[in-house]
Protein backbone atom coordinates (compact mmCIF):
# COMPACT_ATOMS: atom_id res chain seq x y z
CA UNK A 1 0.00 0.00 0.00
CA UNK A 2 1.27 3.46 -0.43
CA UNK A 3 0.03 5.45 2.22
CA UNK A 4 -0.94 9.22 0.82
CA UNK A 5 -2.54 10.12 3.95
CA UNK A 6 -2.91 10.56 7.60
CA UNK A 7 -5.13 13.06 9.04
CA UNK A 8 -5.23 12.50 12.57
CA UNK A 9 -1.83 14.00 14.43
CA UNK A 10 -1.20 16.52 16.60
CA UNK A 11 0.70 19.88 17.90
CA UNK A 12 1.97 21.62 20.00
CA UNK A 13 -0.87 23.00 20.10
CA UNK A 14 -2.62 20.38 21.63
CA UNK A 15 -0.52 20.72 24.94
CA UNK A 16 1.04 17.27 25.32
CA UNK A 17 1.98 16.77 21.77
CA UNK A 18 5.74 18.25 20.60
CA UNK A 19 6.22 19.22 16.63
CA UNK A 20 5.33 22.06 14.76
CA UNK A 21 3.15 22.44 11.79
CA UNK A 22 5.99 23.19 10.08
CA UNK A 23 7.96 20.11 11.18
CA UNK A 24 5.03 18.04 10.89
CA UNK A 25 4.52 18.94 7.44
CA UNK A 26 8.70 18.00 6.96
CA UNK A 27 7.87 14.66 8.26
CA UNK A 28 5.08 14.16 5.89
CA UNK A 29 6.66 15.57 2.38
CA UNK A 30 9.83 13.27 3.57
CA UNK A 31 7.24 9.95 3.99
CA UNK A 32 5.93 10.80 0.65
CA UNK A 33 2.22 11.79 2.07
CA UNK A 34 -0.04 14.43 0.00
CA UNK A 35 -2.23 15.18 2.67
CA UNK A 36 -1.55 16.00 6.39
CA UNK A 37 -4.32 16.36 8.83
CA UNK A 38 -3.61 18.15 12.00
CA UNK A 39 -6.41 18.07 14.53
CA UNK A 40 -5.50 19.60 17.55
CA UNK A 41 -7.47 18.53 20.20
CA UNK A 42 -10.88 20.27 21.53
CA UNK A 43 -10.85 23.17 24.55
CA UNK A 44 -12.27 20.34 26.98
CA UNK A 45 -8.28 19.08 27.05
CA UNK A 46 -6.53 19.99 29.80
CA UNK A 47 -3.75 22.39 28.16
CA UNK A 48 -5.25 22.35 24.60
CA UNK A 49 -6.07 25.90 22.98
CA UNK A 50 -9.71 27.72 23.06
CA UNK A 51 -11.74 28.43 19.87
CA UNK A 52 -9.57 31.57 19.24
CA UNK A 53 -6.79 29.32 17.52
CA UNK A 54 -9.63 27.73 15.39
CA UNK A 55 -11.27 31.06 14.25
CA UNK A 56 -7.92 32.15 12.87
CA UNK A 57 -7.00 29.03 10.48
CA UNK A 58 -6.87 30.78 7.42
CA UNK A 59 -3.40 31.99 8.46
CA UNK A 60 -2.32 28.64 7.87
CA UNK A 61 -0.89 27.96 4.32
CA UNK A 62 -2.63 25.43 1.76
CA UNK A 63 0.22 23.62 1.07
CA UNK A 64 3.44 23.51 2.93
CA UNK A 65 6.79 21.19 1.09
CA UNK A 66 3.98 20.10 -1.17
CA UNK A 67 1.99 18.47 1.32
CA UNK A 68 -1.85 19.62 1.08
CA UNK A 69 -2.62 20.25 4.97
CA UNK A 70 -5.86 20.09 6.68
CA UNK A 71 -5.58 21.81 10.14
CA UNK A 72 -8.78 21.61 12.27
CA UNK A 73 -9.42 19.72 15.42
CA UNK A 74 -10.54 16.70 17.07
CA UNK A 75 -13.58 17.59 19.31
CA UNK A 76 -14.53 15.82 21.76
CA UNK A 77 -18.32 14.55 22.52
CA UNK A 78 -18.99 15.28 25.67
CA UNK A 79 -21.54 13.25 26.85
CA UNK A 80 -24.75 10.65 26.50
CA UNK A 81 -26.27 13.52 24.26
CA UNK A 82 -23.68 13.47 21.51
CA UNK A 83 -22.70 17.37 22.55
CA UNK A 84 -19.55 18.44 21.16
CA UNK A 85 -16.88 21.12 22.55
CA UNK A 86 -16.57 23.56 19.47
CA UNK A 87 -19.61 25.09 18.69
CA UNK A 88 -20.79 25.39 14.79
CA UNK A 89 -19.05 28.44 13.79
CA UNK A 90 -15.50 27.08 15.01
CA UNK A 91 -16.28 24.09 13.02
CA UNK A 92 -17.37 25.50 10.05
CA UNK A 93 -14.02 26.86 9.59
CA UNK A 94 -11.77 23.65 10.44
CA UNK A 95 -10.33 21.91 7.04
CA UNK A 96 -10.36 18.45 9.46
CA UNK A 97 -13.25 17.68 11.47
CA UNK A 98 -12.94 14.53 13.72
CA UNK A 99 -15.05 13.97 17.26
CA UNK A 100 -13.97 11.59 19.67
CA UNK A 101 -14.56 10.49 22.99
CA UNK A 102 -11.92 11.38 25.43
CA UNK A 103 -12.21 9.53 29.14
CA UNK A 104 -11.29 13.12 30.78
CA UNK A 105 -13.86 14.44 29.26
CA UNK A 106 -16.67 12.37 28.70
CA UNK A 107 -18.35 9.88 31.42
CA UNK A 108 -20.16 6.63 30.08
CA UNK A 109 -22.98 5.38 30.08
CA UNK A 110 -24.95 2.45 28.71
CA UNK A 111 -23.82 0.64 25.53
CA UNK A 112 -27.02 1.86 23.73
CA UNK A 113 -25.87 5.50 25.39
CA UNK A 114 -22.52 5.69 24.35
CA UNK A 115 -23.45 4.03 21.15
CA UNK A 116 -26.55 7.07 20.34
CA UNK A 117 -24.23 9.88 21.33
CA UNK A 118 -21.58 8.71 18.56
CA UNK A 119 -24.49 8.00 16.10
CA UNK A 120 -25.61 11.55 16.87
CA UNK A 121 -22.51 12.73 15.80
CA UNK A 122 -22.23 10.72 12.90
CA UNK A 123 -25.27 12.03 11.72
CA UNK A 124 -23.56 15.59 12.22
CA UNK A 125 -23.43 16.88 8.42
CA UNK A 126 -20.32 18.81 9.70
CA UNK A 127 -18.25 16.00 11.02
CA UNK A 128 -15.87 13.48 8.95
CA UNK A 129 -14.56 10.86 11.38
CA UNK A 130 -15.20 9.16 14.81
CA UNK A 131 -11.76 9.04 16.18
CA UNK A 132 -10.53 6.11 18.26
CA UNK A 133 -14.37 4.13 18.54
CA UNK A 134 -12.61 0.80 19.31
CA UNK A 135 -10.16 1.99 21.75
CA UNK A 136 -12.13 0.81 24.67
CA UNK A 137 -12.98 4.23 26.30
CA UNK A 138 -16.36 3.25 26.15
CA UNK A 139 -18.47 0.25 25.58
CA UNK A 140 -19.98 0.54 22.21
CA UNK A 141 -22.36 -1.34 19.83
CA UNK A 142 -19.84 -1.19 16.54
CA UNK A 143 -22.43 -3.35 14.72
CA UNK A 144 -24.91 -0.14 15.14
CA UNK A 145 -21.71 2.15 14.56
CA UNK A 146 -20.81 0.44 11.19
CA UNK A 147 -24.41 0.23 9.41
CA UNK A 148 -24.67 4.09 10.78
CA UNK A 149 -21.37 4.53 8.79
CA UNK A 150 -22.53 2.85 5.71
CA UNK A 151 -25.69 5.58 5.74
CA UNK A 152 -24.10 8.98 6.65
CA UNK A 153 -20.69 8.16 5.10
CA UNK A 154 -18.67 9.08 8.55
CA UNK A 155 -15.86 7.38 8.44
CA UNK A 156 -14.44 5.42 11.69
CA UNK A 157 -11.41 5.34 12.71
CA UNK A 158 -8.80 2.15 13.17
CA UNK A 159 -5.76 3.79 15.67
CA UNK A 160 -2.83 3.58 15.61
CA UNK A 161 -1.48 4.77 19.10
CA UNK A 162 -4.16 3.40 20.99
CA UNK A 163 -3.03 0.42 19.90
CA UNK A 164 0.50 1.08 21.32
CA UNK A 165 1.52 -1.62 24.72
CA UNK A 166 3.00 1.58 26.09
CA UNK A 167 -0.68 3.43 25.88
CA UNK A 168 -1.81 0.52 28.12
CA UNK A 169 -5.28 0.15 26.77
CA UNK A 170 -5.64 -3.40 27.45
CA UNK A 171 -9.28 -3.51 25.51
CA UNK A 172 -8.04 -1.67 21.95
CA UNK A 173 -6.74 -4.64 20.35
CA UNK A 174 -9.84 -6.83 21.14
CA UNK A 175 -12.09 -4.11 20.23
CA UNK A 176 -10.61 -2.89 17.03
CA UNK A 177 -10.34 -6.84 16.12
CA UNK A 178 -14.50 -6.74 16.66
CA UNK A 179 -14.66 -3.30 14.39
CA UNK A 180 -12.52 -4.51 11.84
CA UNK A 181 -14.53 -7.76 11.46
CA UNK A 182 -17.76 -6.03 10.79
CA UNK A 183 -16.43 -3.56 8.39
CA UNK A 184 -15.11 -6.43 6.38
CA UNK A 185 -18.22 -7.78 6.76
CA UNK A 186 -20.37 -5.05 5.74
CA UNK A 187 -17.31 -3.65 3.29
CA UNK A 188 -17.00 -0.38 5.34
CA UNK A 189 -14.27 2.01 3.96
CA UNK A 190 -11.97 2.77 7.23
CA UNK A 191 -9.44 5.55 7.66
CA UNK A 192 -6.25 4.50 9.35
CA UNK A 193 -4.93 7.51 11.68
CA UNK A 194 -1.51 7.25 13.53
CA UNK A 195 -2.74 10.14 16.33
CA UNK A 196 1.02 10.99 16.50
CA UNK A 197 2.12 13.71 19.13
CA UNK A 198 5.27 13.97 17.88
CA UNK A 199 6.53 14.95 14.02
CA UNK A 200 8.22 11.02 13.42
CA UNK A 201 4.81 9.44 13.96
CA UNK A 202 3.52 10.43 11.54
CA UNK A 203 1.99 8.16 9.46
CA UNK A 204 3.28 6.03 11.61
CA UNK A 205 0.56 2.35 11.18
CA UNK A 206 2.85 -0.41 12.65
CA UNK A 207 0.46 -1.65 15.06
CA UNK A 208 -2.31 -1.16 12.57
CA UNK A 209 -0.57 -3.43 10.19
CA UNK A 210 -0.27 -6.14 12.14
CA UNK A 211 -3.85 -5.96 13.15
CA UNK A 212 -4.44 -5.79 9.80
CA UNK A 213 -3.15 -9.30 8.90
CA UNK A 214 -4.50 -10.92 11.73
CA UNK A 215 -8.44 -9.82 10.89
CA UNK A 216 -7.24 -10.64 6.74
CA UNK A 217 -8.85 -6.93 6.07
CA UNK A 218 -8.91 -6.12 2.31
CA UNK A 219 -6.47 -3.07 1.10
CA UNK A 220 -9.72 -1.92 -0.80
CA UNK A 221 -11.61 -0.37 2.38
CA UNK A 222 -8.81 0.98 3.37
CA UNK A 223 -8.59 4.51 2.47
CA UNK A 224 -5.01 5.98 3.32
CA UNK A 225 -3.90 5.27 -0.59
CA UNK A 226 -7.02 6.67 -2.20
CA UNK A 227 -6.49 10.86 -1.99
CA UNK A 228 -9.27 11.37 -4.62
CA UNK A 229 -12.19 9.13 -2.58
CA UNK A 230 -10.72 10.91 0.82
CA UNK A 231 -11.81 14.19 -0.90
CA UNK A 232 -15.17 13.09 -2.26
CA UNK A 233 -15.98 11.23 1.08
CA UNK A 234 -15.69 14.54 2.93
CA UNK A 235 -18.98 15.86 3.44
CA UNK A 236 -18.51 19.09 2.39
CA UNK A 237 -17.43 18.59 -0.76
CA UNK A 238 -19.90 16.23 -1.36
CA UNK A 239 -22.20 16.06 -4.41
ZN1 LIG B 1 -3.64 13.77 22.60
ZN1 LIG C 1 -8.18 11.11 20.52
Redesign the pocket.
Known amino acids: MKVALDVHTHTIVSGHAYSTIQEMAKAAAEKGLQILGMAE?GPTIKGACDAAYFNNLSVIPEEIYGVKILVGA?INILDTYGSLDLSEKSIRKLKIRIA?I?HSCYRPGTVEENTDAVIGVMKNPLIDII??PADGTADLDYERLVQTAKETRAMLEINNSSLSPSRGKEKAWECHKQLLTLCKKYELMVIMGS?AHISFDVARYDHIYRLLQEVEFPEALIINDKPDLFWQRLKRNEK
Open positions: HEGHSHD
